[in-house]
């Protein structure tokens, strides 16, 4: 397992790194081909955030968790992207005769977690007409909604505008 450290407004200990290194090598078990991993530790607002992005041929696993400290944060985020892990591995082997993922012992989880996706409940239909990222901004705020997806008028491609976590907005450009 190839893990690398990122470290912003926050200071990666030879301690840490070997704990993070040793929890994430237990999930392991659940690929045969080498897993790259990007652990992202910082502090904003007197809060400790660690993102780890997991990313095994080409599939990429993501948990963020933001606390008091980044050791517990380490405990928080790995029973997260082990369920993402089984998810996917479940949903890779549906169908297959007699396939199943080991999920008999978890590392992470005290149970196994339910694998059914949630059913579309609701579909809403609408036209895009063309408007601007300022125009989506005011849409997003008088709405109310975290995102917004829009026809840009001045690149004549789809975006989405979204609300970030730290209050600003982020932009997402489609192409097709």
């Known amino acids: 397992m190839d893990i690398k450290f ?3 407004k926050y ?19 659940y ?8 652990v992202y530790a910082s502090t904003e607002n007197k809060s400790e955030r660690l993102e780890v992005n997991l990313n095994a041929k080409g599939v990429l696993y ?8 980044n050791y517990e944060n380490i405990d928080l985020t790995l029973p997260k992207l082990e369920k993402q892990i089984i998810r996917n591995k479940q949903k890779r082997v549906k169908g297959r005769r007699n396939a199943n993922v080991d999920v008999d012992t978890f590392e992470y989880l005290e149970e196994k977690p339910d694998l059914t996706l949630k059913e579309i409940t609701r579909v809403k239909k609408f036209e895009l007409d ?4 300022e125009e989506a901004k005011d849409a997003i705020e008088r709405l109310g909604h975290t995102f917004y997806i829009f026809l840009n008028a001045e690149t004549g491609k789809v975006n989405v505008l979204y609300k970030r976590n730290d209050g600003r907005y982020g932009l997402i450009e489609v192409e097709f």
């Open 6 to 8: 990122i470290e912003k």
């Open 11 to 29: 200071k990666v200990t030879p301690r840490f790194k070997e704990i993070v290194t040793n929890k994430l090598a237990k999930l392991e078990k």
């Open 31 to 38: 690929f045969d081909d080498p897993v790259s991993v990007t």
């Open 62 to 69: 993501r948990a963020e968790v933001k606390g008091n400290n």
């Open 130 to 133: 063309p408007i601007t990222t």
